[in-house]
């Protein structure tokens, strides 16, 4: 029985928190213990309905979000940052990332749903007590995504995620793809398929092999730049500009800076700019600009002078006109410092325009050699936050095959169709896959046993089963007023 979540986006939330106390500002975004412990009981129960002879939960990337916290900027900005190159072992990259560990396992809810992974991994036992025999293996699989890269990058901080989820392993390096014969899976984090968030551009490769290169997932993105140097950027610049005193005091900024701690769960991403402007509780648009224009100034003049940036668009800078063209002009001219006031309208098609038109993750998974060949039946993936199930191959010689999207298990913050309004949705995601010798009450029409002798075809033969899996994915809301 392999089960496949992703994209928990645990994070330390404690450095983006203002005062203490009733008029504290923060916001909650790291799911409370309980669905992940819901979840953990529920899988006991489907083991002993479906006849498991194993259990292995594979935990597909970023389930620890080490790039949206606020201590890059602490004590102060100008200290080792995620897209510098990788860590070494005794390095201030390294301490980072593991005191960014530590504020993550230290979180409310965030605890108490670690331990109940690290129970089940060391002891194989469930939150609900229930115990798997010895003679029933239970294993965890962690697959480092964009967001926790940097916890496959030295044996401390391997070591460190081992005994925070559980799993055995010491200091090894973790995998970036578990590859299974039966059943037959392949589950990435997905982030391979994604141009800005893998370092390598994969837009155009004719097929996948199951196992990249281990420097291309050890690199740096420009996506680990975007996500620090501006989303969690922001409301740390935020706070430098107008003050924490100042924010806690005016109902407007308290407002803002709300929003701002919620940026990057909007889908989709290109809708970042509507999020910030329409703001229910504050329906002058111009208000809002006016307290983030001055913010943007400041991080546009750092993000200027990175010298990541500058490799990055060297290295991308093709002949003839392009987007990275485009960006350097920009950076040159520092038009921020032409205008009185930027035109948030310019930013925002801008940024709308340098996201492109993106290729769906089907059309990736339908590239991957395993798929291709029928070496697995299914592409089990996450990164997206859109959960899905897509037919990715089909073919009289190995079947059908699926994409599986494992979405999220996060706040999401959707869009309406007139890209004024947003929401608020809990999400979580999980997939189950039984083996041939599993789920024995379900048969596929795939594969048939040979007829008998005497028999001129296989019509009436008896279905062989091969796998099967179930897919479950739910939104909450709890409304008010």
Not at 285 to 311: D, G, H, Q, Y
Not at 331 to 359: C, M, S, Y
Not at 395 to 403: C, H, K, L, T
Request: hydrophobic letters at 40%; a negative charge; charged letters at 25%.
């Amino acid at each position: 029985m392999l089960v496949v979540i992703s994209d928990l986006h645990l994070e330390e939330e404690a450095s983006v928190r203002i005062g203490t106390g009733e008029g504290a500002l923060g916001r909650r975004r790291n799911l409370p213990a309980k669905p992940f412990i819901d979840f953990l009981n529920r899988l006991g129960r489907e083991a002993a309905h479906n006849q498991a002879r194993r259990l292995d939960l594979v935990l597909a990337g970023d389930v620890f979000d080490i790039h949206r916290t606020g201590l890059w900027f602490k004590p102060a900005l100008g200290g080792p940052m995620p897209f510098d190159p990788s860590p070494l072992p005794g390095s201030p990259l390294e301490a980072k990332v593991l005191e960014i560990l530590e504020g993550i396992a230290a979180e409310d809810g965030v605890r108490e749903a670690l331990q109940a992974f690290r129970v089940l991994g060391t002891e194989h036992r469930l939150p609900d007590g229930t115990v798997f025999p010895e003679a029933f293996p239970v294993a965890i699989h962690y697959v480092p995504g964009n967001h926790d890269r940097l916890c496959n990058a030295t044996p401390a901080i391997r070591r460190r995620v081992r005994e925070i989820l559980g799993i055995s392993g010491g200091d090894a390096r973790f995998d970036n793809q578990v590859l299974l014969a039966d059943p037959r899976v392949l589950v990435r984090h997905g982030h391979e398929y994604d141009s800005p968030n893998f370092s390598k551009d994969h837009t155009r490769t004719p097929q996948f092999p199951v196992q990249l290169p281990a420097k291309e997932y050890d690199a740096p993105a420009i996506g680990d730049f975007i996500t620090v140097q501006i989303a969690s950027r922001l409301p740390q610049a935020f706070r430098e500009v107008h003050g924490d005193d100042t924010i806690l005091a005016t109902p407007l900024l308290r407002s803002v800076y709300d929003r701002l701690l919620e940026f990057d769960d909007v889908r989709p991403q290109s809708a970042l700019f509507d999020f910030m402007l329409h703001d229910p509780d504050v329906p002058d648009r111009n208000k809002v600009w006016a307290t983030l224009e001055p913010v943007l100034r400041k991080i546009l003049e750092e993000v200027r002078v990175s010298p990541f940036l500058r490799k990055w668009l060297k290295e991308h800078d093709r002949w003839g006109p392009d987007v990275v063209d485009v960006i350097q002009f920009i950076l040159k001219l520092r038009p921020w410092n032409v205008f009185k006031t930027i035109p948030h309208e310019l930013l925002d098609r801008l940024q709308k325009a340098l996201r492109g038109t993106e290729k769906p993750p089907v059309t990736f998974a339908a590239r991957e050699a395993a798929i291709r060949s029928g070496q697995a039946r299914l592409l089990i993936a996450g990164h997206t936050h859109n959960p899905a199930v897509e037919l990715a191959a089909s073919d009289r010689a190995n079947g059908e095959r699926y994409y599986v999207d494992t979405g999220t298990w996060r706040n999401r913050v959707p869009l309406t169709p007139d890209g004024k309004g947003f929401g608020h949705l809990k999400a979580l995601t999980y997939v189950v896959v039984y083996a041939s010798d599993e789920d024995l009450g379900v048969n596929t029409d795939d594969a048939r046993e040979k007829p008998a002798a005497g028999q001129d075809n296989a019509i009436n033969a008896v279905p062989v089963k091969l796998h099967s899996f179930d897919y479950w994915s739910g939104f909450t809301q709890r409304f008010n007023g």
